[in-house]
């Protein structure tokens, strides 16, 4: 790989590619110096590859040149946009995964995210008919089943309620089901980015149940979208009066399209099929419909030829987010070790990290916010000299539950449930740093 | 504001106590926000149907007049027995498979009510066209599948009477979740013997690499596609690069779109496009010349006629109006125009 790069002879090229690229614009820059720098030693990250050259002119002792001119004034980007160098940090598809991209998932690019909070235009996407453009003037929420009385809410009506704000994470079942048989995506973003997490205003659904008042017999709720693919599941009414929230905005601003504007449904810490966006409807009834994507889809299919239904709790999970295939070590000395960890059944109480394959575990520090049903930090700080690591972390929640290992997943569930697959991750770090997907059984 | 009845006041008790402190400063007071449903209103958009067959509307469809339907609508993508083309659902056997190594999931094989089946087609199909069937279809196209599954045989009339008696393979292969169905511990050291170990590395050339290189990102059926698109692309920079091909670009814009192309631009991308922009079926790909060719020779009046009436041809079919119904002759044309113009 070519992110570490060494000898001379390779940095003499650097320098002459970055020379030949002095006349062309940032953007075609990054490209032919990335091509470039692919053409030194094969693959690259384009992360590191932009990173490998600096123009020595805007360097110490030189005065940069961005501080011997003006930049833009305000509003002429009206609504602000990262900077045009952390362009790679976007959202990526598996493109065999599915048979059109109208109906299909993207990931989340955990290897660049900070914090806890994924921003709006990183949030995984999931559609089964497309994003519809909706007016919210002309969106209306129903009510209706088993109710005293049915309601038609409006955007206003519906944002006249008391609201709440929660940070819970939302996971697609499916995030990690490519690997159930073998390792085989070679970059985080594809094997645990279906997962995001942020902060959801909205009102709870106990509030607007209790507006049309649930009749004692109804225990089920049909939540439908407004979408072409009208997406439904059947959700307990336990659940709802628990802690369901009707969103319609997230991290400070309205939902954005692909995220069901203006109106979703989040189910904290179930899987994230049943978050039902662009919500339209919800029926009050006695009984589950058994639609299809709760019978057909998001079932686990078991060795025997049973399949689990309702499986809707995201158990608890956890992956190092650095290092990772997309950001390998470059150097040797210190080195903190970093990662994610959720749960959908609360917080997490404590992640324990290991280095030789899971024979020896540390226990590593929780930072920043430790949220119930919230992506959580965690932090290692260390030493790396080159030797060669296999590295895992193992989450614990507050249930007590232990992530567990590849194997006990795959001895209770066989190789075929797709959904579901929580267990502890394995990063192979090379000598030379490079890090790669593996697993251990 | 609306008056409650004393009954409602304790039917929905649970709710009330379920609220939480600080969001209603008048308990058992309701907010008042929002207006009644109608029943009409209701109607129009309650679609739902259960396995009691709660939801169904009245009305019929035999398995005959279902074949007709499905061979126009369906079997672009589902195939013509239900085998699936492409990456689209197979719908129809793999029965006794769901403890192979490989199950087959279908309607026959997998699912547990034929409720589902017109639930499902009801609310979402045909993809590229939802919730433009009619009830009659609902129950022809159900009925069909089922057929196509042997749950039913040729003379069957599917109805909402008998719909939620029909009996599925698989009614009784599910199971309520019931993990935590593994415990881990938290061993702290010689949690595992070193030696016994197996590391599996990453299986090789199914990652999509081709998203780390700038513009190659597109929807590709599998990894060899995605990477001969990659290479047709630099193909066709060098190409561009090139001094002739150079010289050429810079005198050769491409033409300006006619007004019927820039029409039915918008046409395509709310419905053409969910086949020609992948191929599926044996669709001609939108910019692919190449595929187009052939057809423009027809003539265009050929052309027009094939995508208003629909055609079966051995490339593949074309249902009339691609599905869409509800779109004009003209859209539709102006539709052709612009995939035509695009693919020169």
Avoid at chain 1, 41 to 70: D, F, I, R
Wanted: charged share 20%.
């Amino acid at each position: 790989m070519s992110r570490i790069i060494k000898g001379s002879g390779t940095r003499e090229l650097l320098a002459q590619l970055a020379a030949e690229s002095e006349h062309l614009s940032t953007r075609d820059r990054r490209d032919f110096l990335k091509k470039g720098i692919m053409a030194v030693g094969g693959m690259a990250s384009a992360v590191t590859a932009g990173n490998a050259v600096a123009n020595t002119s805007n360097l110490p002792p030189m005065e940069p040149q961005w501080g011997k001119m003006l930049g833009h004034g305000v509003v002429e980007y009206p609504y602000g946009q990262p900077s045009k160098f952390e362009s790679h940090v976007v959202r990526r598809t598996v493109p065999w995964l599915t048979a059109e991209s109208i109906s299909s998932i993207s990931m989340s690019p955990l290897q660049d995210l900070k914090g806890i909070i994924t921003p709006n235009g990183l949030v995984f996407e999931r559609y089964h008919a497309g994003v519809p453009q909706i007016n919210p003037d002309e969106h209306r929420l129903m009510i209706h089943g088993l109710v005293e009385r049915p309601i038609i809410f409006t955007m206003e009506d519906l944002m006249r309620f008391p609201s709440v704000s929660e940070i819970k994470f939302i996971e697609c079942p499916a995030n990690g089901g490519m690997e159930w048989k073998g390792a085989q995506m070679e970059a985080l973003q594809f094997t645990h980015g279906m997962l995001s997490c942020c902060e959801w205003t909205g009102v709870p659904l106990r509030v607007l149940l209790d507006e049309v008042g649930v009749k004692p017999e109804g225990k089920w709720i049909l939540a439908e979208g407004a979408d072409g693919s009208h997406m439904s599941r059947s959700i307990p009414l336990e659940k709802a009066l628990d802690d369901t929230i009707v969103v319609y905005a997230q991290n400070g601003e309205m939902l954005r399209p692909e995220q069901g504007y203006p109106l979703r449904l989040i189910n904290p810490g179930w899987e994230g099929n049943t978050s039902i966006k662009w919500l339209r409807r919800l029926e009050i009834g006695d009984k589950p419909w058994y639609h299809r994507e709760e019978t057909s889809k998001y079932t686990d299919l078991m060795p025997d030829g049973k399949a689990r239904k309702f499986s809707f709790v995201q158990e608890t999970n956890s992956v190092i987010t650095s290092p990772c295939p997309e950001h390998p070590i470059v150097r040797k000395g210190f080195l903190e070790i970093e990662g994610i960890a959720w749960s959908g059944r609360g917080r997490i109480k404590q992640v324990d990290i290991s280095f030789d394959g899971g024979v020896t575990w540390k226990p590593a520090n929780l930072k920043g916010l430790v949220l119930s049903k919230a992506l959580t930090r965690f932090s290692f700080v260390t030493k790396w000299d080159g030797q060669p690591w296999l590295l895992q972390s193992r989450a614990i929640d507050e249930t007590g539950y232990v992530q567990p290992t590849l194997k006990q997943l795959r001895e209770a569930r066989g190789g075929n449930s797709i959904y579901h697959k929580n267990s502890i991750h394995t990063w192979s770090v090379a000598a030379n740093g490079e890090v790669k997907n593996v697993q251990i059984t | 504001m609306f008056k409650l009845p004393k009954a409602v006041c304790v039917a929905s008790l649970v709710g009330a106590l379920a609220f939480s402190v600080g969001q209603s400063a008048h308990a058992g007071e309701k907010f008042g926000f929002g207006e009644t449903a109608t029943p009409e209103q209701i109607a129009g958009w309650d679609i739902d149907i259960r396995p009691d067959g709660k939801g169904l509307p009245k009305g019929q469809g035999s398995v005959a007049d279902g074949e007709a339907v499905y061979e126009q609508l369906c079997a672009t993508c589902h195939g013509l027995f239900g085998e699936g083309e492409g990456r689209w659902p197979v719908l129809a056997g793999g029965q006794d498979t769901l403890t192979d190594d490989r199950p087959v999931k279908t309607v026959g094989s997998y699912w547990p009510y034929a409720s589902t089946l017109f639930d499902y087609i009801r609310r979402a199909m045909p993809f590229t066209a939802p919730r433009s069937l009619t009830d009659e279809q609902t129950y022809q196209l159900t009925a069909y599948v089922l057929y196509l599954n042997e749950i039913v045989d040729e003379e069957f009339v599917l109805t909402d009477e008998n719909l939620a008696a029909i009996e599925m393979p698989n009614q009784e292969g599910f199971f309520v979740d019931t993990r935590p169905d593994v415990k881990n511990a938290r061993c702290m050291k010689d949690c595992a013997d070193p030696a016994k170990l197996v590391v599996t590395g990453t299986l090789q050339g199914i990652t999509p690499v081709g998203h780390f290189i700038e513009g190659a990102d597109a929807p590709a059926a599998s990894h060899e596609a995605q990477e001969e698109l990659e290479r047709e692309k630099e193909h066709q920079r060098k190409a561009a690069s090139g001094h002739e091909g150079a010289a050429q670009a810079a005198t050769e814009a491409p033409a300006p779109l006619s007004d019927a192309a820039l029409a039915g631009q918008s046409v395509y991308n709310n419905a053409c496009q969910a086949c020609h922009n992948s191929g599926i079926a044996g669709s001609p790909k939108f910019g692919d010349a190449s595929a187009w060719a052939p057809r423009i020779k027809q003539g265009m009046d050929v052309l027009m006629g094939h995508a208003i009436n629909g055609f079966s041809g051995e490339s593949g079919i074309m249902p009339p109006k691609g599905g869409r119904v509800d779109l004009s002759d003209q859209q539709v044309k102006d539709a052709v125009a612009y995939m035509v113009e695009s693919s020169k």
